[in-house]
T-cell receptor, first 112, second 115 residues
Framework: QKEVEQDPGPLSVPEGAIVSLNCTYS??????FMWYRQYSRKGPELLMY????GNKEDGRFTAQVDKSSKYISLFIRDSQPSDSATYLC????????????FGKGMKLTVNP | NAGVMQNPRHLVRRRGQEARLRCSPM?????VYWYRQLPEEGLKFMVY????????ESGMPKERFSAEFPKEGPSILRIQQVVRGDSAAYFC?????????????FGPGTRLTVL
C-alpha cells in the first residue's frame, strides 16, 4: 500500500465550480499536511498546511483533515481559469525525517 | 528576497556523462532537500542536507548519485554515468532555520534529459 494515494485525474470543471481534491494516507505517524500547486514546467508552491484535524480556510481555499479516516481534502470555491494547475498533497510525519511524502498530483483544468 | 535558485534550468547529457545540478537556498535557509519528479509521477524525496551534513539520504539511489551542501556555496546534486532513466525534473527545496520547519519552498527545477 502506498503511503499517500491521490487520484491523478485529470479533472476539468467550468469556471465558478467548487472543486474537491482528496488524498488518503496509510501511516498514523503522519501529522503535518500540505497542499502544493504546480503550474506547468514550474516548481511547486505551498498553498496551505495544517497539522490538526478540522478545517483551515484561506480565501477561496479550504483544507480539511480527518485523521480518524486518514483522509485530507482541498476545496476551491469559485474556481478560476488561473487555478488550472496540478495540485499535490504532501504529508510529513512527526519525529522523523524532514522529508515530504507526496501524492501523484491531480491535474485540474478550469474552463472559462 | 530571492527565492530558491536552481541552475541550470535545462540540462542535456549523453549516456555515461556526469550531471551536476546546483541549488542556492533562500537567504537564511540552511536546510536543503532534493526531490525527483519522473514523467507522470509525483515528487519523490531523495536527500535532506544541512550545511556540511547529510541528514537523510534514504531516497537516494545507492549508486551514481551523491549530494553535498558545503559551508560556502550552493548545494550540488551529482549524477555520475547518467542513464536514460535519470531523465526527470529535479527540484530543490529549502526551509528556514529556527522557525517552523514544516514549510519547504521549492525552486523552479532542473530538467535533465539523457540522450
Amino acid at each position: 500500500q502506498k503511503e499517500v494515494e491521490q487520484d491523478p485525474g485529470p479533472l476539468s470543471v467550468p469556471e465558478g465550480a467548487i472543486v474537491s481534491l482528496n488524498c488518503t494516507y496509510s501511516n498514523s505517524a503522519f501529522q503535518y499536511f500540505m497542499w502544493y500547486r504546480q503550474y506547468s514546467r514550474k516548481g511547486p508552491e505551498l498553498l496551505m498546511y495544517t497539522y490538526s484535524s478540522g478545517n483551515k480556510e484561506d480565501g477561496r481555499f479550504t483544507a480539511q483533515v480527518d485523521k480518524s479516516s486518514k483522509y485530507i481534502s482541498l476545496f476551491i470555491r469559485d474556481s478560476q481559469p488561473s487555478d488550472s494547475a496540478t495540485y499535490l498533497c504532501a504529508i510529513r510525519q512527526t519525529g522523523g525525517s524532514e522529508k515530504l511524502v507526496f501524492g501523484k498530483g491531480m491535474k485540474l483544468t478550469v474552463n472559462p | 528576497n530571492a527565492g530558491v535558485m536552481q541552475n541550470p534550468r535545462h540540462l542535456v547529457r549523453r549516456r555515461g556523462q556526469e550531471a551536476r545540478l546546483r541549488c542556492s537556498p533562500m537567504k537564511g535557509h540552511s536546510h536543503v532537500y532534493w526531490y525527483r519528479q519522473l514523467p507522470e509521477e509525483g515528487l519523490k524525496f531523495m536527500v535532506y542536507l544541512q550545511k556540511e551534513n547529510i541528514i537523510d539520504e534514504s531516497g537516494m539511489p545507492k549508486e551514481r548519485f551523491s549530494a553535498e551542501f558545503p559551508k560556502e556555496g550552493p548545494s550540488i546534486l551529482r549524477i555520475q554515468q547518467v542513464v536514460r532513466g535519470d531523465s526527470a525534473a529535479y527540484f530543490c527545496a529549502s526551509s528556514p532555520t529556527g522557525r517552523s520547519l514544516h514549510e519547504q519552498f521549492f525552486g523552479p527545477g532542473t530538467r535533465l534529459t539523457v540522450l
